[in-house]
């Protein structure tokens, strides 16, 4: 019963290049929720999404920012023409139902622009 | 204002010795807190989870406690291992028709040999 994988660990693009960040939920899971920690902060909430649906994305940035979770397949989310100040360690975690059982974390990925 | 604070923001300790993190929160209405450990290029990991009726929680060496009426709770690290070296989260959850988790920044713990 593998735990939530995100992936890459490691993501490096150029000013103005896309991210894709993949999340799969453990098994049983279809709700996911997205965490951005900047460097020496802590994490900030940015969505929760349901599949096919985005419950809350209240701490998602207007611009340039994006999040799926399809029916088939990872969550994603997206930075388009990312900047220097979207480097940070980006976070999934999912859970099996609304409320907060079972709330388990992914390892991370950690996005460097340059 | 839903908010969670920890103190201290770090700390360094020798190993073998006992210390205590501390988390203060005006969330509401509260529905659980809980402690995270945080190696560094890691996930949080969950250590502890309280509910209101909840006073105290142990996971090994970790000791969880819970005072809903100040709404404090601590971490206490009983016999501090060099692995124990990582940041601790407070994260307190309220249930208003779902749930949403209020994130305290964490106290960054040294144990030096």
């Known amino acids: 019963n593998a735990g939530v994988m995100q992936n890459p660990r490691h993501l490096v693009r150029r000013r103005g290049q896309e991210a894709r960040l993949r999340c799969s939920p453990m098994k049983g899971h279809s709700h996911v929720y997205w965490y951005r920690q900047l460097p020496e902060e802590g994490l900030k909430f940015m969505v929760y999404l349901q599949k096919e649906n985005i419950i809350d994305e209240s701490g998602m940035p207007k611009e340039r920012f994006s999040a799926e979770f399809p029916k088939e397949g990872p969550s994603i989310l997206r930075i388009q023409q990312v900047v220097r100040g979207d480097s940070a360690a980006y976070f999934c975690a999912s859970s099996p139902d609304r409320g907060d059982r079972g709330y388990t974390f992914g390892s991370g990925t950690r996005l460097t622009v340059v | 204002k839903n908010q969670v604070e920890q103190s201290p923001q770090s700390l360094i300790i020798l190993e073998g010795k006992n210390c205590t993190l501390q988390?203060?929160?005006?969330?509401?209405?509260?529905?659980?807190l809980r402690w995270y450990k945080q190696d560094t290029g890691r996930g949080p990991v969950s250590l502890t989870i309280?509910?209101?009726?909840?006073n105290t929680k142990s996971n090994g060496r970790y000791t969880a406690t819970l005072d809903a009426d100040t709404k404090q709770s601590s971490l206490h690290i009983t016999a501090s291992q060099l692995s124990d070296s990582a940041s601790y989260i407070c994260v307190v959850s309220r249930n208003t028709g779902g749930f949403k988790t209020i994130f305290g920044a964490g106290t960054r713990l040294f144990v030096k040999a």
């Open positions: 309280m509910t209101f009726s909840e």
């Open positions: 988390c203060n929160y005006t969330v509401s209405p509260f529905s659980n």
